[in-house]
């Protein structure tokens, strides 16, 4: 905040000369170290209502409003001014990402899936656009199947599986990502809830080296991984325990020791020589 608070001063001290579009900015940045989020946003927006090729205001915009957990206010703010770029404009790419993680955000795979493609395609390095295709590939639908098995809502999880199961014969790039990957993956979910450890297991292990195609952070990934180990442990599968732990064990830079969710296993596989 501090280095914040200084670069608003200075800036302030400057603007004299500056442009209204300039000034603009100033002030947002002056409300954004007040803590004035609203505010903010808004002096963005009309920033963008009379320069909407302003991609400074666009992405700080967009990226608060994910921060804020405010998607639709983040899609709209890119369909706002999607009419004034196209691709002969320098940051078509980021814009084409932008449309793509607010879209996703909002649940329209489809279209972000198309938008986010078109961008790494302009742009193999963009990572923003990269990391929101990965989340259309939504590592998110085994997340979601544990939040409804955790809440015992079986039925609807079970109709987000036969859900699954159906776009997974479609045509689209990711139904054979959800398919192969998610839709085992959401199975042991809710296999695991019902201590159902050894079908967790037999679910889970053909697949453990595809799931970085769910996408996703490592943290992300990492609740998976314990997910199977847990399932391995309870149901007194040893070979398997070992299988986990080798996958990731060069995984977070920290030996399975040392790290919580992994320490009790490994130093019981350790100690224990061939397991039981």
């Known amino acids: 905040m501090a280095p914040a608070a200084q670069s608003a001063r200075t800036a302030r001290a400057l603007v004299a000369k500056a442009t209204a579009r300039e000034q603009s900015h100033v002030d947002a940045l002056e409300a954004w170290v007040a803590g004035d989020l609203d505010r903010t946003l808004a002096i963005w927006e009309a920033i963008l209502a009379d320069h909407p090729t302003d991609v400074l205001a666009l992405r700080l915009a967009h990226l608060k409003y994910f921060w804020l957990g405010r998607p639709r206010d983040m899609l709209a703010s890119v369909e706002r001014v999607v009419p004034q770029w196209d691709r002969d404009l320098p940051g078509w790419g980021a814009i084409l990402s932008c ?10 795979y489809v279209i972000a899936e198309a938008a986010g493609r078109a961008a790494v395609e302009l742009d193999a390095a963009d990572l923003w656009a990269t990391h929101a295709v990965a989340h ?13 098995a955790a809440t015992g809502r079986y039925d609807a999880a079970q109709r987000m599986l036969e859900a699954m199961r159906a776009f997974s014969r ?57 997910l199977f180990l847990d399932a391995a442990v309870k149901a007194g599968r040893a070979d398997d325990v070992r299988l986990i732990l080798a996958h990731v ?15 009790d296993a490994a130093r019981r596989v350790l100690s224990s020589g061939n397991g039981g």
């Open 136 to 148: 259309v590939a939504p590592f998110t639908l085994p997340h979601w199947l544990m939040a409804l």
């Open 99 to 108: 449309c793509c993680f607010a879209h996703e955000e909002c649940g329209n």
């Open 170 to 226: 479609g045509g689209e790039t990711i139904a054979a990502i959800v398919g192969d990957v998610a839709l085992p993956v959401g199975e042991a979910v809710l296999a695991h809830r019902r201590g159902q450890y050894s079908r967790v297991v037999e679910l889970m292990r053909p697949v453990l080296a595809d799931m970085h195609r769910l996408g996703g952070s490592h943290a992300q990934q990492d609740v998976l991984n314990q």
């Open 249 to 263: 064990a060069d995984q977070h830079g920290a030996p399975q020791t040392q790290r919580v969710g992994y320490a």
